[in-house]
């Protein structure tokens, strides 16, 4: 059944296609930020992380994207299975691990690398007559707390995984807790214990993207990326770690209306915005149920015309209110930048108290996506 023309009720629903928010994502900028990223491992082989569908860029657009890359990692087995049956023929890590016995053979059938940390895993493992050489990685708890096998556990558990005849290679695995802290002296004592247990026969992947950009004794035969391939310095101080990466994403909407306000008018839901001036306002077309932020403790800003203007009152779900006074020219559909080049996702993503991360992850899920330099 459809209404008003060709257009479905279940159109209706998907509201990013419908809407004027809109996620440009370039394709080379992903190329350029793989290829920087070995460079600065070493060459080490480089995992591309691309779990919550490649932080809301698309998995599978992203994976294609990378022919050469040397392997991909998700989260759940579901998004590797996915990626399989899209076709992606690379080395393909599970970070979550399986769940139960039917994903573990989700694992063997698509030629799928699980984590493994938990004793239910070896279970499994164990539980299975022909694992059709899986390989696996083993995960150890170096001070991160989640997942990973104790410490003075790791030599029994290595024990009883080299002894499944059926099971392949056997790599292993840690996760930094504060890399992005060039600062903190964490990192180096999970090194430390990295390197305490003596497993140096074993593939090991430690850094992530903090440890490639910040600390070069993490780099080891494996590292992964996920946030920085996708442009977004993960430092915690950017200036101690800066590197050439591109802006993958770029939030871009349009204006609706362009009015003017004289000083003392109040701007948007309760009345959190006081015009200290006559101001000219721009309304654009992009809110929170476009996955942009609502919180904000900073002013944020966005770009039109080249020019950074400050956001006034509150983000509501459909519209963002614009002090355009600056520039000379406004009009009724004009492209404006909510993030990209300039403001930088990272600079969103402060003024909100959030992550890029999080930033990438809400829109990309939320609006429409228009890929650039496809190949």
Known sequence: MTTGG????????????????????????????????????????????????AYGHGAVEVARAL???????????????????????QKILVLGGFIDQAELISCVDHRIDPVIHQNNHLDCLTSRSNLNELQIWMKVDTGMGRLGFPL?????????????????????????????????????????????????DYEWSVANSAGILGWPQARQAWVRSGIAMFGANPMSNRKQAAVDLKPVMQMKTS??????????DVIGYSNRYTCPRDMKIAIIAAGYADGYP????????????????????RVSMDMITVDVSAIKEVEIGD????????????????CSETIAYEL????????????????
Not at 67 to 89: C, M, N, Q, S
Not at 255 to 264: C, F, N, P, S
Not at 362 to 374: I, M, T
């Open 6 to 53: 060709n257009l479905s009720n279940l159109d209706l629903y998907r509201h990013g296609p419908n809407r004027h928010a809109q996620a440009i994502i370039d394709l080379e900028s992903i190329r350029h930020n793989y290829r920087l990223l070995k460079q600065i491992s070493g060459d080490r082989r480089l995992i591309a992380v691309i779990k919550a569908d």
């Open 67 to 89: 022919p050469h890359a040397d392997a991909f990692a998700v989260a759940a087995v579901g998004e590797a299975v996915a990626l399989r049956k899209a076709g992606i023929e």
């Open 152 to 200: 003075d556990s790791v030599a029994d558990e290595i024990s009883q995984l080299e002894k499944l005849p059926t099971l392949g290679r056997i790599r292993m695995m840690t996760h930094l807790a504060s890399a992005d802290d060039m600062d903190s002296q964490f990192t180096d004592r999970q090194i430390e214990v990295v390197k305490s247990l003596g497993l140096d």
């Open 255 to 264: 204006v609706l209306v362009v009015k003017w306000h004289k000083i003392g």
């Open 294 to 313: 609502r919180h904000k403790i900073d002013t944020a800003q966005v770009n039109i015309h080249g020019q950074l203007c400050d956001i006034v009152g």
């Open 335 to 350: 492209e404006v930048t909510l993030f990209g080049e300039s403001p930088e996702a990272n600079d969103i993503a402060d």
């Open 360 to 375: 990438f992850c809400n829109v990309g899920a939320h609006v429409r996506r228009v890929y650039l330099n496809k190949e």
